[in-house]
């Protein structure tokens, strides 16, 4: 009986030290795995902070370039503008589609595929190599692909390039990449181009700057001093009743929303040998085979005519002389 007692003791006490030493391995591999999973987390969270450094740097470049191709669709739009106007005059002969054109600078420097100087370097591709150097620097591969561009009057005194680009950024360490459709769109001020109606019509002797008004009040009851100054700096203003710019580079004097207008001031003219016509010296009128019916105005000269529909335009309804 004792000798069996003493032999349930010792496997109770064998037993007991296995089921120890089995708490012990358990214990040891539980600390094992936490330690696993950490350093796991650990990585895991340097990983996606190294990845969330990268797209905000990336998101950095994108912001930038987005501000640099507007810059640069701005420079080519201003060149290509310049381009058409000096291509009609060398042709002595307006456009068939100015927007068509200037499209076709924008993306081959051509107009009609005959080269255009001022393009050279400043087309849309020509821009890829600096863009990929920008962003070489920042270890970012990126690419472009122009899906479309297109030219319109937005409003009487600007033009608008848009572009759409497809954009692809990639991180050179795969870490992040970036896709996406992009607008570029780029106003284009008529401030200072020349009129095409006068270049062509004038056979390139006379070249007018288009000048926005300084005046909204032409006319103060008999007093037309301000009318006069319009007249003689061949001040534009914007009217429905008038051809836009864009319209204006392929001779047409149909109205537009988007439409403009100056007066034309006639001793100019005879001074370069153009007989001059008895008729609303509105330009588009001017310039063109219309004539309707139109008055001298008290105070102006003897040359100068406004049409009916120009009367309210121009404050002079009360004015007239015939």
Avoid: C
Wanted: net charge negative.
């Amino acid at each position: 009986m004792i000798k069996n007692i003493f032999k349930s003791s010792k496997l109770i006490e064998k037993e007991d030290k296995m089921n120890k030493r089995g708490i012990f391995f358990t214990l040891l591999v539980i600390a094992l795995l936490s330690l696993f999973v950490i350093g796991l987390s650990v990585y895991s969270f340097q990983d996606r902070g190294a990845i969330n450094k990268r797209i905000s740097t990336m998101n950095s470049f994108v912001f930038s370039l987005e501000k640099d191709m507007s810059r640069q669709n701005y420079i080519s739009g201003y060149r290509a503008v310049l381009g058409i106007e000096n291509y009609i005059t060398s042709k002595h002969n307006f456009t068939l589609d100015a927007r068509e054109d200037i499209k076709e600078e924008i993306l081959n420097g051509t107009i009609n595929n005959e080269i255009i100087n001022l393009m050279d370097d400043y087309k849309l591709e020509d821009w890829k190599p600096q863009i990929s150097a920008l962003a070489g620097k920042m270890n970012l591969d990126v690419n472009y692909t122009i899906l479309s561009v297109s030219v319109s009057q937005k409003n009487p005194w600007n033009i608008l390039i848009e572009v759409i680009l497809d954009i692809s950024i990639k991180d050179r360490n795969n870490l992040a990449s970036w896709n996406k459709t992009q607008v570029i769109q780029s106003e284009i001020p008529i401030s200072g181009f020349e009129d095409p109606l006068y270049l062509i019509n004038s056979g390139g002797k006379i070249a007018k700057k288009i000048n926005k008004t300084q005046f909204q009040e032409f006319v103060s009851g008999t007093n037309v001093s301000n009318l006069s100054l319009q007249v003689q700096n061949f001040y534009y203003i914007s009217s429905p009743l008038a051809p836009s710019f864009l319209d204006r580079l392929e001779g047409k004097t149909s109205p537009s929303e988007q439409g403009i207008e100056s007066l034309v001031y006639l001793p100019e003219l005879s001074v370069q040998g153009i007989l001059v016509m008895d008729k609303s010296v509105v330009d588009y009128i001017y310039f063109s085979s219309d004539n309707p019916s139109s008055h001298h105005i008290q105070g102006m000269p003897p040359w100068f005519r406004i049409d009916d529909a120009h009367l309210p335009v121009y404050q002079v309804s009360g004015l007239t002389i015939d």
